[in-house]
């Protein structure tokens, strides 16, 4: 049957009315191809205005490839009454003036206008609903083919949470052995999901996006995970909620290396520290001993000074006693120098024995001795050198047998005697008392005494009180008896006045450990 109109009543009013409101476009095309007229969806479809529709061939309404297949066409139906354009339409392409290319259902109708042949050609709009409907697969396809291959891990849930969609890195992060996890609730597969993710599944599905660039969680088998992940709804084409989906990166592996690196810039800081501080060590006893050195050299050009000048002195005046009655006057510049030379072996023996107390290089050896006895002994060694007026008032009481080095012993009462002797003019009393293997010794002078002010710094290398400097001495003295008393486990400390004089105690202990042994020794 051919598919010709004829209207039953040829009443152009209402044909106008049905061309005109038609929600399809319609356009006559005479057998020449041109348009002889076009209603406004046309023109809407098209892009066209009715003028520029009007005599415009039909086929620039197609793209080029179509236009040469399309003119046969139109001349078979001219040509050819009984060629059928029945055809149900076909699915075209069509070609809109901006050039954009749109998805079209043509249907082509014979017919007939004062007796001439023409074709109204209906484009349907239908055609877009399908296209709509192709364009979903293909969304939907590409959804998929990304979901499978996609580097990230994703996953698109419903909102009951069950899987619709997963990634297939995601299985592979979260060692997901169930083959076919769509439907299955993300819950039922992971147990542990901590509460508060759940939470932010809930907000989720609440409407909100959230993310959080490092998080952690705990397995059931108590390995701690590290993850990166996103969260946000989707929404269905009603503007429903229809689920979340959560993108997410396993970090693990990242968060230990940090991790690890983290520990080892620790354990490099702590060696800075610590290498450091021992290269600032090492510096602060260089110029500790460069300090020394500079001290000692200052001290020894003010003390070597007087010894050498008595020395020389004596030797050229000895040297011109040649006659062999003089031998008395020789015999007295030779002690001269003897003493000289002892007084800078001494000075010397004082720097030596500090430089090997700072080593640790010496050790206590003590051993068993009458006290009483070497404190009588010293006392007498001593008298020979007192000043005019002076006098060592020696009193002893308790045990006379002690254990202690004798040689440090004897070095502590040289220097606190000597002392006693060079800065006072006055009698001197010498206490010595052993309790309980507890030694005290009180040397107490009525001397020149130390300022106040400087009694802080006695102890110290190669200090001097000022009002001590027009007396000969090196500073060294009470540093290393200090020291040797530390050695034995002893203390020292003293109580002077500037003019009055000054009292040094020294506690000793009758043992082999010092203070803390008779401690220990009283709770046996
Ligand atoms: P030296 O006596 O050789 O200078 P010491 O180390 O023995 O060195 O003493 C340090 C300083 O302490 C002395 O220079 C002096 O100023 C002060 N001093 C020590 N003993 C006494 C004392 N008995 N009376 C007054 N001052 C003292």
Redesign the pocket.
């Known amino acids: 049957m051919t598919n010709t109109i004829h209207f039953a009543s040829p009443d152009e009013t209402d044909f106008a009315q049905i061309f005109s409101s038609a929600g399809v476009g319609i356009i006559l095309v005479n057998e020449a191809g041109q348009i002889e007229q076009a209603n406004p969806y046309a023109e809407k479809l098209f892009g066209y205005s009715a003028e520029e529709l009007i005599g415009f061939p039909v086929e620039k309404l197609l793209p080029a490839h179509f236009r040469s297949k399309s003119i046969r066409y139109r001349e078979i139906l001219f040509r050819r009454p009984e060629a059928s354009t029945n055809t149900g339409g076909i699915y075209h392409q069509a070609l809109r003036k901006d050039e954009t290319i749109i998805p079209v259902h043509i249907t082509v109708t014979r017919y007939k206008h004062n007796d001439s042949e023409m074709l109204a050609v209906f484009v349907n709009r239908i055609i877009s609903q399908f296209h709509d409907q192709e364009q979903l697969l293909m969304k939907e396809q590409s959804i998929r083919l990304f979901m499978e291959h996609t580097p990230s891990a994703v996953a698109i849930f419903d909102k009951q949470m069950r899987y619709i969609l997963v990634s297939r890195r995601w299985i592979e992060d979260y060692q997901i052995h169930t083959a076919d996890i769509t439907g299955v609730s993300h819950y039922e597969l992971f147990p542990d999901v901590p509460l508060r993710w759940r939470e932010f599944h809930k907000r989720g599905l609440a409407g909100e996006t959230l993310h959080c660039e490092e998080d952690s969680f705990e397995r059931l088998d108590g390995r701690k995970e590290w993850v990166n992940w996103e969260l946000c709804p989707w929404f269905t084409y009603s503007g429903d909620i229809g689920g979340v989906i959560i993108f997410s990166e396993v970090i693990t592996a990242r968060k230990q290396v940090e991790e690890e690196l983290r520990k080892l810039n620790e354990q490099l800081e702590e060696k800075i520290v610590e290498r450091t501080l021992l290269l600032a060590d090492a510096l602060d006893r260089a110029y500790e001993t460069n300090e020394m050195k500079s001290a000692f050299v200052a001290m020894a050009s003010h003390e070597f000074r007087t010894p050498l000048s008595a020395i020389l002195s004596s030797a050229a005046i000895a040297e011109r006693y040649t006659e062999v009655d003089q031998q008395e006057k020789r015999e007295k510049h030779f002690l001269r120098i003897k003493s000289s030379v002892m007084h800078l072996v001494d000075i010397l023996d004082d720097f030596l024995s500090l430089e090997r107390l700072e080593q640790g290089k010496i050790r206590a050896e003590k051993l068993v001795f009458d006290l009483e006895e070497f404190m009588q002994g010293i006392v007498d060694e001593f008298s020979e050198i007192l000043k005019k007026n002076q006098v060592i008032h020696h009193k002893y009481s308790g045990d006379a047998e002690v254990l202690l080095d004798k040689k440090i012993l004897r070095n502590i009462m040289h220097?606190?005697l000597?002392?006693?002797i060079?800065?006072?003019d006055a009698p001197i009393d010498l206490k010595v008392d052993v309790k309980r293997q507890q030694i005290r010794i009180q040397?107490r002078?009525r001397?020149?005494?130390?300022p106040a002010e400087?009694q802080n710094n006695?102890?110290n290398k190669f200090?001097?009180?000022?009002?001590?400097a027009y007396?000969?001495?090196?500073?060294?003295?009470?540093?290393?008896?200090k020291n040797y008393i530390d050695l034995l486990g002893g203390a020292i400390e003293?109580s002077?006045h500037e003019g009055e004089?000054?009292v040094?105690t020294v506690t000793l202990y009758s043992n082999h450990g010092g203070r803390q042994l008779l401690i220990d020794e009283a709770f046996e």
Not at 471 to 481: A, S
């Open positions: 220097n606190l000597s002392n006693a060079k800065y006072s040397v002078d001397g020149i005494g130390i400087e006695i102890f200090f001097r009180a000022r009002n001590a007396i000969q001495g090196t500073g060294l003295g009470l540093n290393i008896i003293f002077s004089g000054t040094f």
